[in-house]
Nanobody
């Protein structure tokens, strides 16, 4: 079984910063991709940023230049550094991982429970 546990959400004023962390644990063989998605009230879940095992990243245009994704492979942890937060960044942020389990040897999609990020104007 694989679990993703997020931390680091909270309430900040517009212009502030937060750092989200997501740790993957369990029977992990390898992690192909880890990333962050967000869902605001009344809106669909959208990709924020992802990072593949080799280190390449994909950042949504709406946060490019303000958000940075990084990964510690030794800790199976992905981070999202969010700077210059805007009210429109307010959402529940979900960690996502495309992970190969020890027993399955096939990649599966896993989600964290979500963490609230609120940027007040």
């Amino acid at each position: 079984q694989v679990q993703l546990v997020e931390s680091g959400g909270g309430l900040v004023q517009a212009g502030g910063s937060l750092r989200l962390s997501c740790a993957a644990s369990g029977s992990i063989f390898t992690i192909n991709v880890m990333g962050w998605y967000r869902q605001a009230p009344g809106k669909q879940r959208e990709l924020v940023a992802l990072i593949i095992s080799g280190g390449s990243t994909n950042i949504a245009d709406s946060v490019k230049g303000r958000f940075t994704i990084s990964r510690d492979n030794a800790k199976n942890t992905v981070y999202l550094q969010m700077n210059n937060l805007k009210p429109e960044d307010t959402a529940v942020y979900y960690c996502n991982g495309l992970i190969v389990g020890v027993n399955s040897r096939m990649p599966r999609n896993y989600w964290g429970q979500g963490t609230q990020v609120t940027a007040s104007s």
